[in-house]
């Protein structure tokens, strides 16, 4: 549940993972760095942990935790912390600005504030090794002793091409009827050729076909000396009938345990519009056989929507189950980002089970609220037990979480602590990072902060403002018109010379014609 929260602690979950490593593509958009204000550590584990959370507290309601009643005064003795598994999933962006382009409001429930937060990477500093740095800053909104405070948490950047392992792809492609609209399975099969030509020899692809029943049109086949052989059977690629998505993941995966290839990424990559109309329709035994072969094989799954009308939930679930993430093309520009930039950065492992907690100090805060992530909760005292699924996380992720915190008035000192703790991805050795935040640093103007943040809080706003008509979910402190959103925007845009958010502002004007 998304309403302002006493310092609740038990929060939220991203998870990260998946696909393919694809050369010769350009790099992605960035925003700023940190403010001044924002103290960072690189610890190893060594430095600052995260407080220990008090005996006997569960999940669901809490001491001091809000309810939807703004007007309700905190509680004496609220839970200060917040704990989440990381995750960089952009689907639910990507859906929105189809639907808006289209002339529709997004359905409320499609809309996920933290997906549109993470479609922006961020200029953080960058570890030396493998791991995170951990950034944390703020700015002051116009509503009075509410910020606006990000955690920043960034992994070092792409190796080199021949320094990362061998690929095991099974791409798991929609063909049923409804794939037959432009920009659905034309585009897939685009952007699996041009796949093809830029993996590497040593590289492995397999291809799973469904519509009403499921095939797998090529096993698990090394590219070197084959292209053409993967070429040919996705030209073959043709619309059928209906849409059974639970037998077509159930194929997929067992093709890939079939060519599991050890010492390699192994994913499953499902390229689907997710509407699922015949067959197993019942998510959770789907989802059983995702989450089944991620336990048993290590096996993740990134889920590529297509489609005007799409099933964003049941693709973002079994993302979720399968360790994976979600990301949405509607044209070919999107589908250019997707396999040039966000697949190069999930071919290699740079932590597993990845989990972040945030402290706040009741003697400067009175309250807070997590933007989004309402369905992805993670225990505050399973922070450091690493039996406990988090994200898997490559190189070149930028996750950002942004939180809406009341401070108390007057408040000076410690305001925050940002821990993220992981495993190495050979040794499953645990490691963390910390950062801190300081009350006097929130003493600029949200719109006179760092690009960056500016940039994270328009994404949020903008999301807020669609999820409107929802009353768990009150509106976030000092939001702004759509109209003044997509002003600045179009600013931010023009300082950065950034066309992403130049069509962040071109959707935020969208959904103000729409609202009328």
């Not at 070092?156 to 990362?164: L, M």
């Not at 792809?169 to 399975?185: C, H, K, N």
């Not at 976030?476 to 958010?501: C, H, I, K, N, Y």
Request: aromatic share 4%; net charge negative; hydrophobic share 35%.
């Amino acid at each position: 549940m998304d309403h302002i929260r006493g310092l609740r602690g038990g929060l939220l979950a991203l998870t990260l993972a998946g696909g393919l490593l694809l050369t010769g593509c350009g790099g992605g958009a960035d925003g700023s760095r940190a403010s001044d204000g924002a103290a960072k550590s690189r610890t190893g584990g060594t430095g600052r942990p995260a407080p220990v959370p008090r005996p006997g507290t569960s999940q669901g309601e809490r001491p001091g935790e809000e309810t939807g009643d703004s007007d309700r005064d905190a509680a004496p003795s609220p839970d200060h912390l917040s704990t989440f598994a990381l995750d960089v999933d952009t689907a639910s962006y990507g859906y929105a600005r189809r639907t808006l382009a289209d002339g529709r409001l997004p359905d409320p429930a499609t809309v996920r504030p933290e997906e549109f937060v993470n479609s922006f990477r961020q200029n953080y500093e960058r570890p030396e090794g493998n791991g995170f740095s951990v950034t944390v800053d703020g700015a002051r909104t116009d509503a009075e002793d509410w910020s606006l405070v990000r955690v920043g948490l960034a992994t070092r950047e792409e190796r080199h091409e021949g320094e990362r392992a061998p690929a095991a792809l099974t791409f798991v492609v929609d063909v049923s009827g409804s794939m037959a609209e432009p920009g659905r399975l034309d585009l897939a099969k685009d952007s699996l050729g041009v796949m093809t030509d830029r993996l590497r020899d040593d590289d492995a692809v397999a291809l799973v076909a469904f519509s009403d029943e499921a095939e797998t049109v090529l096993p698990m086949t090394r590219l070197g000396g084959h292209r053409d052989r993967v070429h040919a059977a996705v030209r073959r690629l043709e619309p059928q009938s209906s849409t059974n998505l639970g037998e077509g993941v159930r194929t997929g995966y067992d093709t890939a345990v079939e060519g599991l290839r050890e010492g390699a990424t192994n994913r499953v990559v499902l390229l689907s519009d997710a509407l699922a109309n015949t067959g197993d329709m019942d998510a959770d035994s789907i989802l059983e056989r995702v989450s089944d072969a991620r336990r048993e094989h290590g096996i993740t799954l990134f889920g590529v929507g297509v489609g005007s009308d799409y099933g964003d939930a049941l693709m973002e679930r079994l993302a979720d189950k399968g360790d994976g993430h979600t990301t949405y093309v509607s044209d070919d520009e999107e589908a250019r980002k997707v396999f040039c930039e966000e697949l190069p950065r999930n071919i290699d492992l740079t932590a597993r089970d990845a989990k972040a907690q945030v402290a706040f100090d009741p003697a400067t805060v009175e309250t807070f609220r997590l933007v989004g992530y309402d369905d992805r909760q993670v225990a505050d005292e399973d922070f450091r037990d690493d039996r406990v699924d988090g994200g898997e996380v490559g190189p070149g992720h930028t996750v950002t979480a942004l939180y809406a915190v009341r401070t108390r008035p007057g408040a000076s000192g410690h305001l925050a602590t940002a821990s993220v703790r992981w495993l190495d991805p050979a040794d499953r050795t645990p490691h963390e990072e910390s950062g801190r935040l300081e009350a006097a640093s929130l003493g600029a103007d949200l719109w006179r902060a760092s690009p960056g943040l500016q940039v994270a809080a328009v994404a949020a706003y903008f999301a807020d403002d669609l999820r409107r008509g929802d009353d768990r979910r009150p509106a976030l402190p000092a939001r702004p018109s759509l109209g003044r959103l997509a002003d600045r925007a179009d600013r931010l845009a023009t300082v950065a010379q950034d066309e992403e958010v130049r069509r962040l502002a071109e959707a935020v004007r969208r959904a103000e014609r729409l609202r009328g």
